[in-house]
C-alpha cells in the first residue's frame, strides 16, 4: 500500500499526452468505433437489456402492465412442484441422448461416408436434407409416422411380429421417441463437421499406418480417432446448446405430454407464459440460462484445453 | 479413402456392397419420410386419414394444392409474404450490421475486444429470456408488428455471423487498406467500396444458413408475433394441425409447400451451406 500510494500520484501528469494521442488516433483511425452502433443498439436492446430484466422479473409475480416482488418465491415453486421440477430432468435427458447419439452416429458416418463407396454424393446429400426441413414438419410427420396403431412404424413391426409401443403415448417413452426424431433430423450436421475433420487430415498418416501393418480398425482407432477431437468438440458443444434449448419439436410432437412426461424447460416456459404467470415462465427461464452456462462454459474449456495438451 | 484398407479386389466389393448397403440404409431411414409427405399430400382426405404408406388410388394433388391456398382465406398465401418478407428482411439487416462488427472486431485491436467477444460468445449460447423480450418490445410498440420480429430474429442471429465475418476478414490482406487510405478513402468507402465486396463468398454463406434458420424458425413468431394477421408459414402448419384436424392431406400437403423452397435453396447452394455448417470445425 505504501508503495504503491507514492506512484499513483506521481502518474497524473505522465498518461495526458497518450490518451490525447490515442484520442486523437481514433478520430482518425480507418476502421471507427461507431461501426460497432447500429448491431450493439438491436443486440442491447433486444438480447442483453431482456436477459439481465430476466433476472429481476423472476423474482416477481408479473402481468406485463406491473411486478410484485416476491423474492424467491418462483424459484420455490419451481423446485417444488414435481412436474416443473420434471423439465430440468428432461432437459438434461434430452440434451445429453440427442448429443451422445449425434457423436457417435455422426462419426460412424462420416467414416463411411468418406471411404471409397458408389454413390457417395448422392449418400451424403440425403443424409443432410433433414437439416433443412423445418421441425414443425419433421414433427408433424413423426407424428403420424410414430401413431401407435396405423402408424408406418408401428406397421413395419408388426410385419416382423413385434407388437410395437406407443411411441409417443407412453410416458415412459415419449421424451426418447422425441429424442429419436430430434438426431433423426439434426444427425446430419454433425456428419458434415466429422466428414470436414476427416478430409483434413494428411492422406501420408493413413499410408503410414498402413505401411506399419495397421487394420482398417486399428487404423481409424489411432489416427482417425484421435485427429477427430477439434471436430467431436463443436459437435458436442453445438448439439448440447440446441438440445438444452429444444421446444419446436417437442412442442409439434407431444406437447410436452402425455400429462408432463416430456416437459423440458423451453416448453415449461411456454405453457408458464400461456398460462399468464409471466414471473414462474421468467424464472424457468433464468433456470435454463443458469443450466446452459454450467454445462456449455466449463465443458468448452475442458475439451479446449485437453486440446492443447495434446 | 479412410478405413478400406486391403487388397484390391477386396476394395471393389466393399465400393459396390457398402455403396448399396448404404443406398438401402438411407433409403429406408431417410427418404420414406419424405415420399410419405408427398403421398400424403396427393391423397383423398379419406384415404389420406388412414395414414397408410401407400400408392393413392386416385391422385388428388392439385385439388388439395387448390385447397390449402384458399383456406382460411389465403392465409398461406399471407403467411409465404410474411415469411418472405421476414427472412429477406432480417437477413440483409444482419449481415450489413454483423459484417460492420466482424471487420472493425478483427481490423481494430482497442480494450474493448475482450469485452465484445464475450458478448458474441454468449449470444451463442445464452437462451433468449422471452417474456421480458416481449416487455421491451412492448414498450418500444414494437411486440406483435413484423418490423420486430425482424429486429428480434437479427439480434439472435447476429452472434454467428459476426464469428464468421471475423475469421473472413483475417484472410484479406491489410495491405489492402492502406492502400485504399492513401488514395484518401474515409472508413465508409474503404468498407463498402474495398472490404464489402471481397466478403462475396462469406457473404452467401452467411445469408443462405441464416435464411435457413429464420424461414424455419417457429418458436420466435409463436412468441413474438402470434395471431392470424402476421403467420408466418412455419405457424400455418401448427394452427393447421389444430384446425384441420385429421384432414392429414391438407396438412402434409401445407408441409411439403414450405419445405419446397429450402429444398431448391439447397439444390442451388448446396457448397455454402455446407460450408457454413461445417466452419470451425477444423479450428475447433
Known sequence: MTDTLPRTQATPPEPESPTARTRRDKKRSPYPMWFYLPAAIIYGVLFVAPTFASFYFALTRWTIFDSEFIGLDNFVTFFSEPYLFQSLIHTLLYAVITSGLKVVLGLLFAVFLSSQIIARGYLRSVVFFPVLVSAVGVGVTFRVLMDPFDGLINNVLAGVGIDGPGWLTDPDLALFSVAFVDVWAGVGIATLIYIAGIVAIPQEYFEAAKVDGASAVKSFRHVTLPLMRPATTTVIILSLIGGLRSFALIWTMTGGGPGFSSDVLASMVYKQYQAGFYGLSTAGNVVLFVLVAAIVIPLFWFLNRKEVDR | ?284
Not at chain 2, 417457429?218 to 402476421?230: C, I, V
Not at chain 2, 405457424?235 to 389444430?242: A, K, Q, S
Not at chain 2, 419446397?260 to 466452419?279: D, E, K, W
Open chain 2, 1 to 284: 479413402m479412410t478405413t478400406a484398407a486391403g487388397t484390391p479386389k477386396l476394395n471393389r466389393t466393399y465400393k459396390w456392397v457398402g455403396g448399396l448397403l448404404g443406398i438401402v440404409v438411407t433409403t429406408v431411414v431417410f427418404i420414406v419420410p419424405f415420399a410419405f409427405i408427398f403421398l400424403t399430400a396427393s391423397k383423398s382426405g379419406q384415404e389420406a386419414s388412414l395414414l397408410q404408406f401407400s400408392w393413392p388410388t386416385e391422385w388428388h394433388f392439385v385439388e388439395n394444392l387448390v385447397e390449402v391456398i384458399q383456406a382460411r382465406d389465403y392465409i398461406l398465401v399471407t403467411a409465404f409474404i410474411n415469411s418472405t418478407i421476414l427472412t429477406v428482411g432480417s437477413v440483409t439487416l444482419m449481415v450489413v450490421v454483423s459484417a460492420l462488427v466482424g471487420y472493425v472486431l478483427q481490423r481494430r485491436k482497442s480494450r474493448w475486444n475482450p469485452f465484445i467477444n464475450f458478448l458474441v460468445l454468449a449470444g451463442l449460447i445464452v437462451p433468449p429470456a422471452v417474456v421480458p423480450t416481449i416487455w421491451v418490445m412492448q414498450s418500444l410498440g414494437i411486440y406483435k408488428t413484423l418490423h420486430g420480429l425482424i429486429l428480434v430474429e437479427v439480434a439472435f442471429g447476429m452472434a454467428f455471423c459476426v464469428l464468421m465475418f471475423r475469421a473472413f476478414v483475417a484472410t484479406i490482406p491489410r495491405e489492402l487498406d492502406e492502400a485504399a487510405i492513401m488514395d484518401g478513402a474515409g472508413p465508409l468507402r474503404l468498407f463498402f467500396q474495398v472490404i464489402f465486396p471481397l466478403l462475396r463468398s462469406v457473404i452467401v454463406t452467411v445469408i443462405v444458413v441464416q435464411s435457413v434458420f429464420v424461414f424455419n424458425d417457429f418458436q420466435n413468431p409463436l412468441y413474438f408475433l402470434p395471431g392470424d394477421k402476421g403467420a408466418t408459414v412455419q405457424l400455418t402448419v401448427y394452427n393447421f394441425l389444430g384446425q384441420f384436424n385429421a384432414q392429414w392431406n391438407f396438412l402434409f400437403m401445407d408441409i411439403l409447400l414450405i419445405t419446397i423452397p429450402m429444398l431448391v435453396m439447397y439444390i442451388i447452394f448446396n457448397r455454402q451451406i455446407v460450408a457454413g455448417m461445417t466452419s470451425g470445425a477444423v479450428k475447433g
